[in-house]
């Protein structure tokens, strides 16, 4: 039997703002799989209990780089945030991105292998890990060539969007990235959301219809009809495909237009974006000091 520990209780929370008590259930039931005990927390707690925006388990950075129509983002990890405000650091990421929209390496080996400033793009690194005395990695990266627009946005430097649109106005661009930082859509419509994605939100729902139905049930309330359940399971994929898709959010700067509302009035098209959030997805080490502290004692004694 899994052995559910505190900070495995109090990572789920912090991803899904769910009691404790709750999450610790939700572990056991899942056999410690955090990601599925996430997915049974929103069947009982409802889509509240995800919090996507909050997965940031690793430090680092995000540069950009944009000269006329080619641009690179570029994301950098790091073991501390200490680092992240290091100007070597930075300066490294920087190059990086530069590097890329430059050069156009066709992965990260390729990256790697780059000249940057006598030296290859590896050797820079191994030589400022060794400088600092932190691991450090270059995580992802994306080029952007186009004949259309292309703009930046930061929010700091743990979230990094690029935009590629067209349009007269060159601040549409940049409010549609700054909404892209804020918002988070995963795709530009509705159609282009993966296919993944859509089969966990409708068996979110379906579990979540499940468990309706074993309430009324319980309460000696009518059970509703099979038909009824479809449409309810169908309608919230929809209203999610809604949520997550560019062109149908709400735009930020203005509650009484989606962005694609907004878009059609201001004469402008998004051809594409790519966003970028430090750590998102990295499962980060949780450190336990009394364990190895008691490790260490142990050690001391049997010595």
Do not use: W
């Not at 610790?24 to 509240?48: F, I, M, N, P, Y």
């Amino acid at each position: 039997m899994v052995t559910i520990t505190a900070a495995m209780v109090g990572e789920l929370r912090a991803k899904t703002d769910a009691p404790m008590m709750e999450c610790k259930k939700a572990l056991t039931e899942a056999g410690g799989d955090a990601v599925k005990a996430e997915e049974l927390l929103r069947v009982k707690l409802g889509s509240k209990a995800s919090k996507a925006s909050s997965r940031i388990t690793a430090e680092g950075v995000v540069a950009t780089h944009i000269a006329g129509g080619v641009g690179a983002l570029v994301e950098v990890n790091c073991e501390t945030d200490f680092v992240t405000k290091n100007d070597e650091f930075l300066a490294f990421a920087q190059a990086c991105a530069k590097l890329i929209a430059e050069k156009n390496p066709t992965d990260l080996a390729a990256l790697a292998a780059l000249p940057l400033d006598g030296k290859t793009v590896e050797e820079k690194r191994t030589e400022l890990i060794g400088r600092i005395g932190e691991n450090m990695s270059i995580r992802r990266f994306q080029r952007f060539d186009t004949s259309a627009k292309l703009t930046a946005y930061l929010h700091g430097t743990r979230i990094g969007v690029i935009v590629e649109f067209d349009g007269a106005d060159e601040q549409v661009g940049k409010d549609v990235a700054m909404h892209v930082a804020a918002m988070k859509p995963v795709a530009l419509t509705s159609a282009d959301v993966p296919h993944a994605l859509i089969e966990t939100e409708r068996s979110v729902a379906a579990a979540k219809a499940e468990e309706d139905r074993k309430t009324a049930e319980a309460a000696g309330k009518p059970a509703q009809s099979a038909e009824i359940v479809a449409k309810r399971i169908d309608g919230g994929v929809q209203k999610f495909l809604k949520e997550v898709s560019l062109l149908n959010q709400t735009f930020v700067k203005n509650d009484k237009q989606t962005i694609e509302q907004m878009l059609k009035a201001t004469n402008t098209s998004i051809k594409s974006f790519t966003m970028y959030v430090v750590g998102e997805g990295i499962e980060k080490k949780q450190d336990d000091f009394a364990a190895e502290v008691a490790a260490q004692v142990a050690a001391a004694q049997k010595a």
